[in-house]
C-alpha cells in the first residue's frame, strides 16, 4: 500500500499513519520525526533545520526532498504511508518524479480535515512520546498516568513547537503552502477525502473503505 497523508497539523495524520502501519505493514514514514531525530543526534541536516522548526515555517525543500530520497532508497520495496510529506507544490512535483522513477503507482492522497478551534485544542493538548513519535492527548485520548507513555513506561514531552503562538504560525503556514496540493491531488484523480473530526476508530474505518474502494 502506497499512501500519502495530507491534512493540517493536529488532523489526526500520525495517529491514523500508525495504525495502518500496524494492520497493513505499510511503513509510516513522518518527516517530522524524521527531523526530530536528526536535531536529536545533532546532525548537519538536524542543526540546518531547527530554527525552522522552532519558529513552525517549513523546512527548504531541497533537504526535504534529499531527506525523503534516502529513506526510500534505505528501504526499498516496502509499501508506506507519507506524514507529512509533501508539503510544497515544489515537495509534490519531486516526488511525482521520484515515484515514476521507481516504477512506483499511488493507492491515494487522503486528505484529513478539521476545524481551526478543534485543530489548536488538539495540538495544545497533545503529548508525545519523543522516542517513537506516539501521541496522546489529555481531552480525547489520555495515557493511563499523565506524563508517561501507557508501552514503553518513558516520559511524554509537550512539543515546543505545540504552544499556542507557533501552533497559529503552523496553521497559517498550512493553508498559504500545503493546501494548495489539495487541487494539485485532485486534478491527478487520486484525492480522497475524510472527515478528521469524528472519532479515531471511525476515521480509521472511514479511510480504510474508501482507499480499498479507490483500488477496486
Ligand atoms: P497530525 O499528525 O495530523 O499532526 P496527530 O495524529 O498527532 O495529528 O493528532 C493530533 C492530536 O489529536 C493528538 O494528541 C491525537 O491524540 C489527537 N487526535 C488524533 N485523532 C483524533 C480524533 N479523531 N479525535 C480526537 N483526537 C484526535
Ligand atoms: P504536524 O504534523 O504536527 O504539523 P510535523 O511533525 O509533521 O508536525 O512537523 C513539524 C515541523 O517539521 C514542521 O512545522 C516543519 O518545520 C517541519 N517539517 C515536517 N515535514 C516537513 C516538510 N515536508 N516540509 C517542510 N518542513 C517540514
Given at each position: 500500500?502506497?499512501?500519502?497523508?495530507?491534512?493540517?497539523?493536529?488532523?489526526?495524520?500520525?495517529?491514523?499513519?500508525?495504525?495502518?502501519?500496524?494492520?497493513?505493514?505499510?511503513?509510516?514514514?513522518?518527516?517530522?520525526?524524521?527531523?526530530?531525530?536528526?536535531?536529536?543526534?545533532?546532525?548537519?541536516?538536524?542543526?540546518?533545520?531547527?530554527?525552522?522548526?522552532?519558529?513552525?515555517?517549513?523546512?527548504?525543500?531541497?533537504?526535504?526532498i534529499s531527506m525523503i530520497e534516502s529513506e526510500l532508497d534505505a528501504h526499498a520495496g516496502t509499501g508506506f504511508v507519507m506524514d507529512g510529506f509533501p508539503r510544497t507544490i515544489a515537495q509534490a512535483e519531486a516526488f511525482d518524479a521520484l515515484l515514476t522513477r521507481k516504477g512506483w503507482a499511488l493507492d491515494g492522497v487522503v486528505l484529513f480535515d478539521a476545524d481551526r478551534t478543534t485543530l489548536t485544542q488538539r495540538l495544545t493538548s497533545r503529548w508525545t512520546n519523543p522516542r517513537n513519535g506516539r501521541t496522546y492527548n489529555t481531552l480525547s485520548n489520555p495515557p493511563r498516568v499523565i506524563g508517561i507513555d501507557d508501552e514503553d513506561g518513558g516520559p511524554l514531552v509537550q512539543r515546543e513547537d505545540d504552544k499556542p503562538e507557533t501552533v497559529a504560525t503552523r496553521l497559517d503556514v498550512y493553508e498559504a503552502q500545503t493546501k494548495p496540493l489539495v487541487a494539485y491531488y485532485r486534478a491527478q484523480g487520486v484525492l480522497i477525502e475524510i472527515d478528521g473530526l469524528a472519532p479515531v476508530s471511525d476515521v480509521t474505518s472511514a479511510l480504510i473503505a474508501a482507499v480499498q474502494k479507490r483500488g477496486e
Open positions: 500500500m502506497r499512501l500519502i497523508f495530507l491534512g493540517p497539523p493536529g488532523a489526526g495524520k500520525g495517529t491514523q499513519a500508525r495504525i495502518i502501519e500496524e494492520r497493513f505493514g505499510a511503513r509510516q514514514i513522518s518527516t517530522g520525526d524524521l527531523l526530530r531525530e536528526h536535531r536529536a543526534r545533532k546532525s548537519e541536516l538536524g542543526s540546518q533545520a531547527e530554527g525552522f522548526m522552532q519558529r513552525g515555517e517549513l523546512v527548504p525543500d531541497a533537504l526535504i
